[in-house]
């Protein structure tokens, strides 16, 4: 069983992290991190994995980065490990929003909850979290 988190270097990406480590510590699963693009290469990635590691208290959780396919969007990747024998959830994060702009998510997210097999957590950052 795992839990597939998407993230992307942001405050979205970042809040995402942490709850996705206490789903998979409380669920006692893998988590699969699928990096938008390149971002698992950049040097704050590994720094972003520890701190939400550390704030989710999630020491036993095994962690896995997801080699994303070339030529295929963030959110394909992210739809395509939803219907993978074993995926119990997929946490996404989301931006705080106006409540106009709460008419229309992200073409990402939308796409992801829209799409998924399995079932989708939308997490939004801490207040105040920088960008």
Do not use: C, W
């Amino acid at each position: 069983m795992t839990v597939v988190v998407g993230y992307s270097p942001t405050a979205e990406g970042k809040g995402a992290l942490p709850f996705a480590f206490g789903e998979a510590l409380q669920r006692g699963t893998d988590l699969i991190i699928v990096a938008e693009e390149d971002s698992a290469s950049e040097e704050s990635f590994g720094a972003a994995v520890q701190s939400a590691r550390d704030e989710a208290d999630a020491a036993g959780v095994v962690v896995k980065v997801h080699d994303n396919e070339s030529g295929r969007s963030h959110a394909d990747n992210l739809i395509d490990l939803s219907y993978a024998e074993g995926t119990d959830l997929v946490v996404i994060g989301i931006r705080r929003r106006s409540p106009v702009g709460k008419l229309l998510m992200g073409s990402i997210s939308q796409r992801v909850i829209l799409e998924s097999q399995s079932p989708v957590t939308a997490v939004k950052p801490p207040v105040g979290l920088p960008r």
